[in-house]
């Protein structure tokens, strides 16, 4: 069974940047793709990007100039920074993959991140 | 971007009633639609792809039908845990794009 965890700091400053780590375990993290998707408090969905194995990368245009992905397939782990975090960036992150159809299949418990000094 | 609305945004049912909502995407996309389900505190989980394929072992009471721009979720005989929200997801673009969502609660 192919679990997802999130991890990184729960807290971070006005214009610093967001990272968090995804850890990919029961299974191998090569050929699909992994996503990272956000939810404010009592909001909706947003995907904010995926990242294939090889480091491709999409991400949604509206964050693009502010989001990097990577990958490292050695330790079966995908990250997420973002930066010049505002209030508004304050949110549950996920991290899911995207499997062999292109739906959502696997989801990490999701961590929350507060913007604030 | 593709936009997906979604009707009704929170509805009230009694037990074993029939529940449907919809979706509707801002373009054609084909049958490139997820369902999803979020219990409050947890993440989303995966009942429908392909709009009207349900994942391994979702009951069969949750379905889904549709393609182009219009598209129905039905849970059959509502249940005390299905209380949560449910969201439906095009991915026939990118970037991928969720509607906002339909609280279902029990009468």
């Known amino acids: 069974q192919v679990q997802l965890q999130e991890s990184g700091p729960g807290l971070v400053k006005p214009s610093e940047t967001l990272s968090l780590t995804c850890t990919v375990s029961g299974g191998s993290i090569s050929s699909y793709y992994w996503s990272w998707i956000r939810q404010p408090a009592g909001k909706g969905l947003e995907w904010i990007g995926r990242?294939?194995?090889?480091?491709?990368?999409n991400y949604n245009p509206s964050l693009k100039s502010r989001v990097t992905m990577s990958v490292d397939t050695s330790k079966n782990q995908f990250s997420l920074k973002l930066s010049s975090v505002t209030a508004a960036d304050t949110a549950v992150y996920y991290c899911?993959?995207?499997?062999?159809?292109?739906?959502?299949?696997?989801w990490g418990q999701g961590t929350l991140v507060t913007v604030s000094s | 971007d593709i936009q997906m609305t979604q009707s009704p945004s929170s509805l009230s049912a009694s037990v074993g009633d029939r529940v449907t909502i919809t979706c509707q995407a801002s373009?054609?996309?084909?049958?490139?639609l997820n369902w999803y389900q979020q219990k409050p505190g947890k993440a989303p989980k995966l009942l429908i792809y392909d709009a009207s394929n349900l994942e391994t072992g979702v009951p069969s009471r949750f379905s889904g039908s549709g393609s182009g721009t219009d598209f129905t979720f039905t849970i059959s005989s509502l249940q005390p845990e299905d209380i949560a929200t449910y969201y439906c997801?095009?991915?026939?673009?990118?970037?991928?794009?969720f509607g906002p969502g339909t609280k279902v609660d029990i009468k």
């Open positions: 899911a993959r995207e499997g062999l159809g292109q739906s959502l299949d696997y």
């Open positions: 997801q095009q991915y026939d673009n990118l970037p991928r794009t």
């Open positions: 990242i294939y194995t090889s480091g491709s990368t």
């Open positions: 373009q054609d996309i084909s049958n490139y």
